[in-house]
T-cell receptor, first 107, second 111 residues
Framework: SQTIHQWPATLVQPVGSPLSLECTVE??????LYWYRQAAGRGLQLLFY??????ISSEVPQNLSASRPQDRQFILSSKKLLLSDSGFYLC??????FGPGTRLTVL | QKEVEQDPGPLSVPEGAIVSLNCTYS??????FMWYRQYSRKGPELLMY????GNKEDGRFTAQVDKSSKYISLFIRDSQPSDSATYLC???????????FGQGTILTVHP
Protein backbone atom coordinates (compact mmCIF):
# COMPACT_ATOMS: atom_id res chain seq x y z
CA SER A 1 0.00 0.00 0.00
CA GLN A 2 1.06 3.55 -0.63
CA THR A 3 2.43 5.60 2.25
CA ILE A 4 3.58 9.21 2.38
CA HIS A 5 6.05 10.48 4.93
CA GLN A 6 6.69 14.12 5.71
CA TRP A 7 9.15 15.74 8.07
CA PRO A 8 9.48 17.59 10.17
CA ALA A 9 5.97 17.50 11.63
CA THR A 10 6.29 20.95 13.19
CA LEU A 11 8.70 23.77 12.51
CA VAL A 12 9.15 27.25 13.93
CA GLN A 13 11.51 29.45 11.96
CA PRO A 14 12.52 33.13 12.05
CA VAL A 15 11.82 35.43 9.14
CA GLY A 16 14.65 35.34 6.63
CA SER A 17 15.81 31.83 7.49
CA PRO A 18 15.98 29.00 4.93
CA LEU A 19 13.51 26.15 4.70
CA SER A 20 13.62 22.54 3.59
CA LEU A 21 10.62 20.23 3.89
CA GLU A 22 10.89 16.66 2.72
CA CYS A 23 8.33 14.24 1.42
CA THR A 24 8.92 10.60 0.53
CA VAL A 25 6.47 8.02 -0.76
CA GLU A 26 6.47 4.24 -0.51
CA UNK A 27 4.64 1.54 -2.37
CA UNK A 28 4.64 3.08 -5.80
CA UNK A 29 6.93 4.18 -8.58
CA UNK A 30 6.91 7.25 -10.81
CA UNK A 31 4.14 8.94 -8.84
CA UNK A 32 2.71 12.36 -9.59
CA LEU A 33 3.58 14.38 -6.50
CA TYR A 34 2.11 17.62 -5.23
CA TRP A 35 2.83 20.26 -2.60
CA TYR A 36 -0.20 22.05 -1.15
CA ARG A 37 -0.38 24.77 1.48
CA GLN A 38 -3.29 25.25 3.80
CA ALA A 39 -3.63 28.53 5.64
CA ALA A 40 -5.58 28.55 8.91
CA GLY A 41 -9.28 28.00 8.23
CA ARG A 42 -8.73 27.82 4.50
CA GLY A 43 -8.74 25.23 1.78
CA LEU A 44 -5.69 23.75 0.10
CA GLN A 45 -3.72 25.76 -2.41
CA LEU A 46 -1.61 23.87 -4.95
CA LEU A 47 1.98 25.15 -4.93
CA PHE A 48 3.96 22.71 -7.08
CA TYR A 49 3.54 19.42 -8.84
CA UNK A 50 5.96 16.96 -10.38
CA UNK A 51 5.40 14.16 -12.87
CA UNK A 52 8.95 12.83 -12.71
CA UNK A 53 12.53 13.31 -11.53
CA UNK A 54 13.69 16.86 -12.12
CA UNK A 55 10.29 17.92 -13.50
CA ILE A 56 8.69 20.69 -11.47
CA SER A 57 5.73 22.89 -12.34
CA SER A 58 4.89 25.93 -10.25
CA GLU A 59 1.31 26.99 -9.81
CA VAL A 60 1.73 30.15 -7.78
CA PRO A 61 4.59 32.67 -8.00
CA GLN A 62 6.03 32.95 -4.53
CA ASN A 63 8.99 32.70 -2.22
CA LEU A 64 9.20 28.92 -2.46
CA SER A 65 10.79 26.36 -4.77
CA ALA A 66 10.54 22.61 -5.16
CA SER A 67 12.82 19.85 -6.33
CA ARG A 68 12.51 16.17 -7.08
CA PRO A 69 15.94 14.60 -6.84
CA GLN A 70 14.65 11.01 -6.72
CA ASP A 71 11.56 9.24 -8.00
CA ARG A 72 9.90 9.06 -4.61
CA GLN A 73 11.31 12.20 -2.98
CA PHE A 74 9.87 15.69 -3.22
CA ILE A 75 11.41 18.67 -1.45
CA LEU A 76 10.00 22.11 -0.75
CA SER A 77 12.51 24.88 -0.10
CA SER A 78 12.94 28.55 0.51
CA LYS A 79 16.07 30.67 0.74
CA LYS A 80 14.44 33.33 2.95
CA LEU A 81 11.16 32.75 4.73
CA LEU A 82 8.46 35.40 4.96
CA LEU A 83 5.75 35.71 7.61
CA SER A 84 3.21 34.85 4.91
CA ASP A 85 4.88 31.46 4.41
CA SER A 86 3.33 30.22 7.66
CA GLY A 87 0.83 27.42 7.14
CA PHE A 88 0.24 23.71 6.97
CA TYR A 89 2.19 22.10 4.13
CA LEU A 90 0.89 18.90 2.65
CA CYS A 91 2.52 16.53 0.22
CA UNK A 92 0.21 14.40 -1.91
CA UNK A 93 0.54 11.46 -4.26
CA UNK A 94 -2.10 11.57 -6.94
CA UNK A 95 -5.49 12.68 -5.76
CA UNK A 96 -6.00 10.01 -3.15
CA UNK A 97 -3.13 10.11 -0.70
CA PHE A 98 -2.00 12.97 1.48
CA GLY A 99 0.86 12.99 3.91
CA PRO A 100 0.52 13.95 7.58
CA GLY A 101 1.67 17.50 6.90
CA THR A 102 4.22 19.95 8.29
CA ARG A 103 3.00 22.86 10.36
CA LEU A 104 5.30 25.83 9.71
CA THR A 105 5.24 28.95 11.82
CA VAL A 106 7.39 31.87 10.73
CA LEU A 107 8.04 34.43 13.46
CA GLN B 1 -14.43 34.46 -8.28
CA LYS B 2 -12.83 31.31 -6.89
CA GLU B 3 -13.10 28.26 -9.10
CA VAL B 4 -14.52 26.19 -6.23
CA GLU B 5 -16.67 27.78 -3.56
CA GLN B 6 -17.71 25.89 -0.45
CA ASP B 7 -20.31 26.77 2.14
CA PRO B 8 -17.98 27.86 4.95
CA GLY B 9 -20.08 26.81 7.92
CA PRO B 10 -19.29 26.00 10.62
CA LEU B 11 -22.02 23.44 11.07
CA SER B 12 -23.12 22.05 14.41
CA VAL B 13 -25.63 19.22 14.43
CA PRO B 14 -26.92 16.67 16.95
CA GLU B 15 -25.89 13.05 16.68
CA GLY B 16 -28.06 11.16 14.21
CA ALA B 17 -28.81 14.18 12.04
CA ILE B 18 -28.46 14.24 8.26
CA VAL B 19 -25.70 16.61 7.20
CA SER B 20 -25.52 18.36 3.85
CA LEU B 21 -22.23 19.85 2.68
CA ASN B 22 -22.20 21.87 -0.51
CA CYS B 23 -19.85 23.31 -3.12
CA THR B 24 -20.21 25.10 -6.42
CA TYR B 25 -17.65 25.38 -9.18
CA SER B 26 -17.18 27.63 -12.16
CA UNK B 27 -14.71 25.79 -14.41
CA UNK B 28 -16.51 23.62 -16.94
CA UNK B 29 -13.25 21.74 -17.57
CA UNK B 30 -13.48 19.98 -14.20
CA UNK B 31 -14.23 16.32 -14.80
CA UNK B 32 -14.07 14.69 -11.39
CA PHE B 33 -14.95 15.71 -7.90
CA MET B 34 -13.62 14.61 -4.56
CA TRP B 35 -14.64 14.88 -0.93
CA TYR B 36 -12.05 14.70 1.82
CA ARG B 37 -12.31 14.57 5.58
CA GLN B 38 -9.61 16.28 7.59
CA TYR B 39 -9.25 15.85 11.32
CA SER B 40 -7.56 18.60 13.28
CA ARG B 41 -3.82 18.85 12.54
CA LYS B 42 -3.92 15.86 10.18
CA GLY B 43 -3.69 15.41 6.43
CA PRO B 44 -6.93 15.04 4.44
CA GLU B 45 -8.26 11.56 3.73
CA LEU B 46 -10.27 10.79 0.65
CA LEU B 47 -13.90 9.94 1.36
CA MET B 48 -15.46 9.77 -2.08
CA TYR B 49 -14.88 10.69 -5.67
CA UNK B 50 -17.26 10.98 -8.58
CA UNK B 51 -16.83 11.45 -12.31
CA UNK B 52 -20.37 11.94 -13.54
CA UNK B 53 -23.58 13.65 -12.61
CA GLY B 54 -25.76 11.71 -10.23
CA ASN B 55 -25.42 10.08 -6.85
CA LYS B 56 -22.76 7.79 -5.47
CA GLU B 57 -23.31 6.08 -2.16
CA ASP B 58 -20.81 4.54 0.24
CA GLY B 59 -22.22 3.52 3.60
CA ARG B 60 -23.53 6.59 5.38
CA PHE B 61 -22.06 8.93 2.76
CA THR B 62 -23.65 10.02 -0.51
CA ALA B 63 -21.89 12.25 -3.03
CA GLN B 64 -24.05 14.10 -5.50
CA VAL B 65 -22.93 15.96 -8.62
CA ASP B 66 -25.04 18.15 -10.87
CA LYS B 67 -22.84 19.24 -13.76
CA SER B 68 -25.59 21.31 -15.35
CA SER B 69 -25.69 23.62 -12.35
CA LYS B 70 -22.07 23.03 -11.33
CA TYR B 71 -23.12 21.95 -7.88
CA ILE B 72 -21.67 19.16 -5.72
CA SER B 73 -22.87 17.89 -2.38
CA LEU B 74 -21.95 15.39 0.29
CA PHE B 75 -24.65 13.96 2.52
CA ILE B 76 -23.89 12.19 5.77
CA ARG B 77 -26.67 10.09 7.26
CA ASP B 78 -26.91 9.16 10.91
CA SER B 79 -24.06 11.51 11.77
CA GLN B 80 -21.74 10.48 14.59
CA PRO B 81 -19.45 12.48 16.87
CA SER B 82 -16.54 10.81 15.05
CA ASP B 83 -17.68 12.63 11.89
CA SER B 84 -16.62 15.93 13.49
CA ALA B 85 -13.94 17.27 11.18
CA THR B 86 -13.30 19.68 8.35
CA TYR B 87 -14.73 18.55 5.02
CA LEU B 88 -13.07 19.65 1.81
CA CYS B 89 -14.45 19.46 -1.69
CA UNK B 90 -12.02 19.28 -4.57
CA UNK B 91 -12.36 19.36 -8.34
CA UNK B 92 -9.93 18.20 -10.98
CA UNK B 93 -9.46 16.98 -14.50
CA UNK B 94 -7.73 19.88 -16.15
CA UNK B 95 -4.33 18.16 -16.18
CA UNK B 96 -1.88 16.02 -14.23
CA UNK B 97 -4.24 15.30 -11.36
CA UNK B 98 -4.16 18.85 -10.09
CA UNK B 99 -6.98 19.66 -7.72
CA UNK B 100 -8.72 22.90 -6.85
CA PHE B 101 -10.24 22.94 -3.39
CA GLY B 102 -13.00 24.77 -1.64
CA GLN B 103 -12.19 26.49 1.63
CA GLY B 104 -13.57 23.68 3.78
CA THR B 105 -16.53 23.31 6.13
CA ILE B 106 -16.01 22.60 9.82
CA LEU B 107 -18.57 20.10 11.08
CA THR B 108 -19.27 19.35 14.72
CA VAL B 109 -21.59 16.50 15.68
CA HIS B 110 -22.51 16.71 19.33
CA PRO B 111 -23.81 13.74 21.34
Amino acid sequence: SQTIHQWPATLVQPVGSPLSLECTVEGTSNPNLYWYRQAAGRGLQLLFYSVGIGQISSEVPQNLSASRPQDRQFILSSKKLLLSDSGFYLCAFGTQYFGPGTRLTVL
Amino acid sequence: QKEVEQDPGPLSVPEGAIVSLNCTYSNSAFQYFMWYRQYSRKGPELLMYTYSSGNKEDGRFTAQVDKSSKYISLFIRDSQPSDSATYLCGAGGTSYGKLTFGQGTILTVHP
